[in-house]
Each structure stands twice: as C-alpha cells, then as structure tokens.
C-alpha cells in the first residue's frame, strides 16, 4: 500500500510524505525545522522515520529548508546537479549531508519506494517533478510548472493518485495588486498553473485508475479554493467535493492508493 500526506502547500512552504511499507519519502522542504517536525508528529512520523527527502527545485518554498531537516536528521538530499548548484550559490547546501543526484531521464528506487523524475518548464535551474510507486499504485505530484507538455501528461497518465498545482485564477491575478513583472512571471510558460490550465492537463491524462485527486500551491491572494476545485471537477464530470484540496496551513491528510 501507498499513502501520502502533505504538511503544507502554497508559496509560503510545501511538504509531502509518500510511505509505503518502511519507506518513508519526504518531497519537498520549505517549512522551518522545528514547524516541519511539529507536523510530521500531526501525521505519527518521527524525523527517524525519514528516508530521504527529494527536492524539486530551489525555489525557497520547496528547496529552502531541506537541509535543515536533512543535517538535524541525518538524512540523504536528493536532487538534480542544477538544483543542487542553485542552492549552493545560495549557501544552502550543508556540509555532511548526503546528496544523490537524479535527473529527469531515469528512475531510482529509494527502498520500497520507485521514484520517477519528469522535467517540467518552471524558472529554475533543473526542475524536476515526481511519480512515486510501491510497484502497484502510482501516486503523481505537479506543482511549479507554467505550461503542461506532451511529455508531463504522458508520464501522469494512468497514475492512481494525482497532486496538481492550481495556482491561480486568471481574472483574479489579473484585477489583483502584483506588480505588473510579478503577475508576468507568474502567468508565463515557467511560472505557475492556473485553474483552467489545471482542468486541461486533467481532461488531457488517462483517468482510468484515478482515486484521489487534490488541488495544490493554491495562492491566498489569487485564488479561491473553490475556484480551483470546481476546475478539477469539471475535467473529471464529478461533484467539487470530491475533489481534495492541499492548504497551506494544514496540508492534507493521509490518503491510501
Ligand atoms: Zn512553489
Ligand atoms: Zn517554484
């Protein structure tokens, strides 16, 4: 069996844990030590517990706190050559902690868990997403992504389990007060997914074995929850509350595939 939770997602600090048997994977790391602790223990893990965790990019709600927990823990980073420089010129790369790089062209096995790295367009260095199986379920994160690609929605089809990024509303980025640059950024082809861009990719995937889908990286000032998640549903022909929701507060909670 495959489960995974989320401690948080938004801009202010992502975190899931996918487990499958003993195999605990963080993804992600962009909440303060002690705060990513407090919520692991809201989900009955302990830090030990934690095999590794894998980041995405650099960007500091996902890659900024990562060694942090990995050097109080003793826990191994995984990630690409082009994160791992981003986050070394900006000193975050500590010394001792164990790095294994990976790259958007192979898979890996971290104890029970395959793990397959896709690239996606975001503006960082190497940013990567990932699938993770127990052999069985395949569970899907997207977040951090501009625009979908042919590649992201072949390696996402058929999974059974799907966390999508659904960042924004357009009308609402639009109308609010971002500055013009940062509104440019953030609706570009390496900024972030909107709503209808997140019901595109979904109504683009194969769907057959879809249990649980749920909307992540809303933003607070540019997005509704149920915005995002009449979105979802609307690829799927399904009831919004079906749909789960990742929230920045609380996360999610443990979900099986
Ligand atoms: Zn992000
Ligand atoms: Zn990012």
């Given at each position: 069996?495959?489960?995974?939770?989320?401690?948080?997602?938004?801009?202010?600090?992502?975190?899931?844990?996918?487990?499958?048997?003993?195999t605990v994977l963080m993804?992600?790391?962009?909440?303060?030590?002690?705060?990513?602790?407090?919520?692991?223990?809201?989900?009955?893990?302990?830090?030990?517990?934690v095999s590794a965790i894998l980041?995405?990019?650099?960007?500091?709600?996902?890659?900024?706190?990562?060694?942090?927990?990995a050097?109080?823990?003793?826990v191994t980073v995984v990630?690409?050559?082009?994160?791992?420089?981003?986050?070394?010129?900006?000193?975050?790369?500590?010394?001792?902690?164990?790095?294994r790089?990976?790259?958007?062209?192979?898979?890996?096995?971290l104890g029970?868990?395959?793990?397959?790295?896709?690239?996606?367009?975001?503006?960082?260095?190497?940013?990567?997403?990932?699938?993770?199986?127990?052999?069985?379920?395949?569970?899907?994160?997207?977040?951090?992504?501009?625009?979908?690609?042919?590649?992201?929605?072949?390696?996402?089809?058929?999974?059974?389990?799907?966390?999508?990024?659904?960042?924004?509303?357009?009308?609402?980025?639009?109308?609010?007060?971002?500055?013009?640059?940062?509104?440019?950024?953030?609706?570009?082809?390496?900024?972030?997914?909107?709503?209808?861009?997140?019901?595109?990719?979904?109504?683009?995937?194969?769907?057959?074995?879809?249990?649980?889908?749920?909307?992540?990286?809303?933003?607070?000032?540019?997005?509704?929850?149920?915005?995002?998640?009449?979105?979802?549903?609307?690829?799927?022909?399904?009831?919004?509350?079906?749909?789960?929701?990742?929230?920045?507060?609380?996360?999610?909670?443990?979900?099986?595939?």
């Open positions: 069996m495959l489960r995974f939770a989320s401690l948080a997602s938004g801009s202010k600090g992502n975190c899931l844990v996918a487990q499958a048997d003993g993804l992600d790391c962009g909440l303060a030590l002690r705060e990513t602790e407090r919520r692991l223990a809201r989900l009955g893990l302990e830090p030990a517990q980041v995405t990019h650099e960007h500091g709600d996902h890659g900024g706190r990562a060694f942090d927990f050097a109080a823990h003793g990630l690409t050559h082009g994160t791992a420089e981003a986050l070394r010129q900006e000193g975050k790369v500590l010394d001792g902690v164990k790095l790089y990976v790259s958007g062209m192979e898979k890996l096995a029970g868990i395959e793990v397959q790295p896709f690239t996606v367009p975001h503006d960082a260095r190497e940013p990567v997403q990932f699938v993770f199986s127990d052999g069985a379920a395949r569970l899907g994160v997207l977040t951090d992504i501009g625009a979908s690609t042919v590649h992201v929605e072949q390696v996402l089809s058929g999974v059974d389990a799907l966390v999508l990024e659904c960042n924004y509303d357009a009308g609402m980025l639009a109308a609010g007060g971002y500055p013009r640059w940062l509104k440019e950024r953030i609706a570009g082809p390496f900024g972030h997914l909107d709503n209808l861009q997140a019901e595109h990719l979904l109504g683009a995937l194969e769907r057959s074995k879809l249990k649980h889908v749920i909307g992540a990286h809303l933003s607070q000032q540019n997005n509704r929850p149920e915005l995002a998640r009449a979105a979802l549903a609307r690829a799927l022909g399904c009831e919004a509350s079906w749909i789960g929701l990742a929230t920045q507060d609380d996360g999610f909670d443990w979900r099986s595939v």
